[in-house]
């Protein structure tokens, strides 16, 4: 089959089920020029995960996983949502997408409008205090000399309020984000690596219940060939407007 006609196949199935749960990953924002972590420009194959992205590194190091995190806050700050983020938005306003889980930090998908979005690893724009509750949201990156910032309440160290490796998921995020998987009619993936557990868990526990799996991605994913029904090979960017485009053709048409 063409990629058009899968497109289409896709298509049909949304328009026809409804009750859509978004699950993205990296891949959607690598088109805003954000780097994935995994791909073959990824992350970590600069960075090791375990001197950045653990509890143990920030207890060791704070102000050098701060400069990480700020350096990628700069980063995201001068991109924008792409048009794969502006089609989840219009399936959204079509009353088709149930909840948005996203495995991103970066707050692109709010950006761009959409209103039920699922962060199952936190918004590198929030921090939170290690010892009380407070939590602070920030429009900029902190200046590199308030670093490692602390606590305007208990002066305590601030934290980025993401989920390091060896960390669970929140209890909210991921109840809120099982309760959609399992209602969906249809699940679609897009741009994960399908390799981070738990969510990775979420598209077999959708088509457990009968959804169909819709995975979008410029490579097959190691959730591909266990639970896709239909795989659309491409960038987010290019193949969702597409899709969203062939959606609202076929509920004008009814």
């Known amino acids: 089959m063409t990629l058009t006609s899968d497109v289409e196949r896709a298509a049909r199935l949304i328009a026809k089920r409804g009750h859509v749960a978004v699950l993205t990953g990296?891949?959607?924002?690598a088109d805003s020029g954000i780097p994935t972590f995994r791909g073959k420009d990824g992350?970590?194959?600069?960075?090791?995960?375990?001197?950045?992205?653990?509890?143990?590194?920030?207890r060791r190091n704070p102000r050098l996983v701060w400069e990480w995190y700020r350096w990628r806050m700069e980063i995201i700050a001068r991109a924008?949502?792409?048009?794969?983020?502006?089609?989840?938005?219009?399936?959204?306003?079509?009353?088709?997408?149930?909840?948005?889980?996203?495995?991103?930090?970066?707050?692109?998908?709010q950006r761009a409008g959409s209103k039920n979005v699922i962060e199952l690893?936190?918004?590198?724009w929030r921090a939170r205090c290690t010892k009380c509750s407070y939590t602070i949201v920030w429009d900029e990156p902190p200046p590199l000399e308030s670093l490692?910032?602390?606590?305007?309440?208990?002066?305590?160290?601030?934290?980025?309020?993401?989920?390091?490796?060896?960390?669970?998921?929140?209890?909210?995020?991921?109840?809120?984000?099982l309760k959609c998987a399992m209602s969906a009619r249809v699940m679609l993936v897009i741009g994960t690596s399908g390799v981070v557990?738990?969510?990775?868990?979420?598209?077999?526990?959708?088509?457990?219940?009968?959804?169909?799996?819709?995975?979008?991605?410029?490579?097959?994913?190691?959730?591909?060939?266990?639970?896709?029904?239909?795989?659309l090979r491409g960038r987010a960017?290019?193949?969702?407007?597409q899709l969203v485009r062939h959606v609202k053709n076929m509920l004008s048409a009814n």
């Open 80 to 109: 924008q949502p792409n048009e794969g983020h502006y089609a989840l938005v219009e399936l959204e306003k079509l009353g088709l997408v149930d909840c948005l889980i996203t495995q991103n930090v970066d707050g692109l998908h």
């Open 197 to 231: 557990y738990p969510a990775a868990l979420l598209p077999y526990i959708a088509r457990e219940r009968g959804a169909v799996v819709i995975e979008i991605n410029v490579e097959r994913s190691a959730l591909t060939d266990d639970v896709t029904d239909i795989f």
């Open 148 to 177: 490692p910032p602390r606590c305007p309440r208990c002066n305590n160290l601030l934290r980025p309020d993401v989920v390091w490796f060896g960390e669970p998921i929140p209890e909210d995020a991921w109840n809120n984000a």
């Open 43 to 58: 992350l970590w194959r600069r960075f090791r995960a375990e001197e950045l992205a653990t509890p143990e590194a920030f």
């Open 26 to 29: 990296a891949g959607i924002s």
């Open 121 to 124: 690893h936190g918004n590198i």
């Open 237 to 241: 960017s290019e193949v969702l407007p």
